[in-house]
């Protein structure tokens, strides 16, 4: 094996056991590892604007499709951890 592969592999190793203590930690809210992101980005957009965030700029913050980020978003609305009304003038939700 070249020694870039084993660089990239060993990259990926890290990664994958960084993932599962998060989700590990993340048991006890309970949240998904996919639910944290999206409410991390929340922040971050909405410290950075002062104002509601679409899911649209969630989505593009994160590189996550559209029916993705509107799953996520329902399920942290069903929960009461978001509040998701349609934006004005606009076809997406704002958060």
Same mark, same amino acid.
């Given at each position: 094996?070249?020694?870039?592969?084993?660089?990239?592999? #060993?990259?990926?190793?890290?990664?994958?056991?960084?993932?599962?203590?998060?989700?590990?930690?993340?048991? @006890?809210?309970?949240?998904?590892?996919?639910?944290? *992101?999206? *409410?991390?980005?929340?922040?971050? !957009?909405?410290?950075?604007?002062?104002? #509601?965030?679409?899911? #649209?700029?969630?989505?593009?913050? *994160?590189? !996550?499709?559209?029916?993705?980020?509107?799953? !996520?978003?329902?399920? *942290?609305?069903?929960?009461?951890? @978001?509040?998701? #009304?349609?934006?004005?003038?606009?076809?997406?939700?704002?958060?």
């Amino acid at each position: 094996m070249r020694p870039t592969s084993e660089i990239w592999i #060993a990259r990926f190793q890290n990664a994958q056991r960084w993932q599962r203590r998060v989700e590990q930690e993340l048991r @006890v809210l309970p949240l998904t590892l996919a639910q944290w *992101l999206v *409410l991390d980005a929340l922040h971050s !957009i909405w410290r950075e604007t002062g104002d #509601a965030v679409s899911q #649209a700029q969630v989505g593009r913050r *994160l590189d !996550i499709d559209k029916a993705t980020i509107s799953y !996520i978003m329902a399920r *942290l609305a069903q929960r009461a951890l @978001v509040d998701r #009304a349609p934006a004005h003038e606009a076809h997406e939700w704002r958060i």
